[in-house]
């Protein structure tokens, strides 16, 4: 074992050199780890919410979504279409008409982000599982029906049980603006409230649903769609996206489910870095203890470097002693940290033992424990401490 070593770690665990000094190194080293363990927990919690956001998009977004490059909507029609049917690789296809319409319910009105979808998306719709009144249904025998989002039926007052129709307004393809005024050129379509959705906030405040044909009827299409909506039997991988945009041609934009929600996962990585960064400046001021520590402990030990210095050991030797003090206290911290985080966060993940607040729609706090965070807490917390160290040093040296 290296001298500089050795002496570095008795000065951290010899009981006879306990005291104030000695209190310090560890209390340096017990900030560490609550801060690390910390560290560790709150991107974990992190992690958590933004699985749950991912969940919902995932329950409203397809695995691949087909748009056309020019224009607003398309017939599915062609060989490339017809392949897509007998596509292997593809579980469900859904045609779908998206577009912002002037909704008015009960004398109040709103705008709303209406979606027209086909059979299939109403019989296999993943959106049945963020239902929180009625049920979700588009047609009651010949009657067309809507599921609409839980903030903006509280904004207009609807309730899945009252008779009153919902009216959606678009105006008409091609109309000019009569003299009986602009109301006049709009086309109206009316549906039934059937269910309402909570999906996110976002998203509830203009979500409407409702059947492909009162849409097109609305927009004045026949056979056209805005959107081809396609679940995947594995995962929306790059060679899957390749192939189906070689399928399509250029004149479509296939999209995975990240590339649909762009803004918004890429609002999320900055949000969590910010967190990271925010947590790690914490954590360099947690550090500083040790530069105290380091300093306080040179002074004290001016006899010990003074009895190496006789014996023959350089400036050299002598620094790196209290470098190697200053390494042990942080590496302490940050393993003690990282066991205590993960221990805290597998427990929660498993148990859910700290609870939500009443109202909450989760029972407990969620957490995802993700190997990559730990790598990057363990990078950044060694550099914080090893810069700390590093600066305390040359001090200690002059002694």
């Known amino acids: 074992m290296k001298p500089d070593f050795y002496i570095a770690r008795r000065y951290l665990v010899a009981r006879k050199s306990l005291g104030v000094i000695h209190a310090i190194s560890w209390l340096s080293a017990i900030g560490m780890a609550v801060g690390t363990a910390a560290l560790v927990l709150i991107l974990s919690v992190y992690n958590g919410f933004d699985r749950v956001i991912e969940d919902s998009i995932s329950d409203l977004s397809p695995d691949v979504l087909v748009t056309p490059v020019h224009g607003k909507y398309f017939v599915p029609e062609g060989p490339a279409f017809d392949a897509l049917m007998d596509d292997p690789r593809i579980a469900q296809i859904c045609s779908i008409v998206e577009e912002e319409v002037f909704i008015s319910y009960g004398g109040k009105q709103e705008l709303a982000r209406a979606k027209g979808v086909d059979a299939v998306y109403e019989q ?117 996206l390749r192939s189906l945009q070689e399928l399509l041609g250029e004149e479509f934009l296939v999209q995975d489910r990240y590339q649909q929600q762009s803004d918004l996962y890429k609002m999320m990585r900055y949000e969590k870095l910010a967190i990271f960064l925010i947590l790690l400046f914490v954590m360099l001021i947690i550090a500083s203890n040790i530069f105290g520590s380091l300093s306080m402990l040179a002074i004290a030990k001016q006899e010990d470097m003074q009895t190496l210095r006789a014996l023959g050991a350089d400036g050299k030797l002598r620094r790196r002693i209290f470098i190697w003090e200053g390494c042990l206290v942080s590496l302490v911290g940050l393993a003690a940290g990282l066991v205590v985080g993960v221990v805290l966060a597998l427990l929660q993940q498993h148990f859910g033992l700290v609870k939500m607040p009443g109202g909450f729609f989760l029972q407990s706090y969620p957490v995802v424990l993700q190997a990559f965070d730990l790598l990057w807490i363990t990078l950044g917390v060694g550099i914080i401490g090893l810069l700390i160290t590093l600066l305390s040093a040359p001090k200690a040296d002059s002694n």
């Open 124 to 240: 296999e719709s993943r959106l049945r599982d963020h239902v929180v009144e009625g049920s979700f249904s588009l047609h009651d025998g010949s009657l067309p029906q809507a599921a609409v989002g839980a903030t903006l039926a509280r904004k207009l007052g609807i309730h899945p049980h009252f008779v009153e129709p919902l009216v959606l307004y678009y105006p008409r393809r091609g109309a000019r603006i009569p003299l009986a005024g602009p109301a006049a050129a709009l086309g109206s379509v009316k549906v039934s409230p059937s269910a309402l959705l909570s999906v996110n906030a976002t998203t509830d405040e203009e979500l409407l649903i409702v059947p492909l044909e009162q849409m097109r009827s609305l927009l004045g299409l026949d056979d056209e769609v805005s959107g081809i909506e396609l679940r995947l039997t594995g995962t929306a991988d790059r060679r899957t």
